[in-house]
């Protein structure tokens, strides 16, 4: 039987941890649709876009190259061939995505790559709009959430142990800010699919959320 597991969340759920351990234990592909919007995010910034600019968005993003690739089961962004893993992952790049995500041309060019890898492998799918729109048809639909407290806490730690000076309170508020953005734009907002189920990873370890999304892929008939 072939399959789909769409994840979709807000921001510091946990989502691109889990849906990587997932994809280890059932043997699938893990797609990370954030990473693709960053390559966009990246092409556009390299191109001297603003990121205000919602007509040279829409138009420079049609000349982007973006394609995935799998290395020892990794997944690789290539920007014109080139592998970019290395630098999506920047404040700069997180910020212009966010802007240039909500733009239809944008969503219509990479939801069109994610709707191709899905019907070429299995996959575990995360992102915002997955359960929503990119798959709507997906054997299992996760929505990860968990308080903003928490994934604010889960951050400060992780930027802590990274030596980066950080205030707690910025990071909450941030999260919060980023959340309000996501659920409430007009072009497929943050929202949970009718027909998703909801966990919350408040209280509980990334081994206890990985079990509980393993346990409702096993009542569909998923890894079974
Ligand atoms: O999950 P992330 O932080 O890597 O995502 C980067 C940005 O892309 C974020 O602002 C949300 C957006 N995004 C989206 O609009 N739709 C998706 N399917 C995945 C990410």
Redesign the pocket.
Known sequence: MSYSIAVDGP?GAG??TIARKIAGQLGCIYV????M??AMALYLIQNGVNAGDARAISQKCQEADISIRYENGEQIVLLDGENVNGLIRTEEV?NM??AS??NPAV?KKLVSLQQKLAKTSDVIM?????GTC?LPDATVKIYLTASSRVRAMRRYEELKAKGEDCDFETIEADIEK?DHQ?MTREN?PLRQAEDAVLVDSSGLDIDGVVAEIIRICREKGIGA
């Open positions: 921001a989502k691109s990370d649709t954030g990473a919007y960053r997180g995505a966010s995500s909500p969503r995360d992102g915002r709009d997955i990119v980023r996501d497929s």
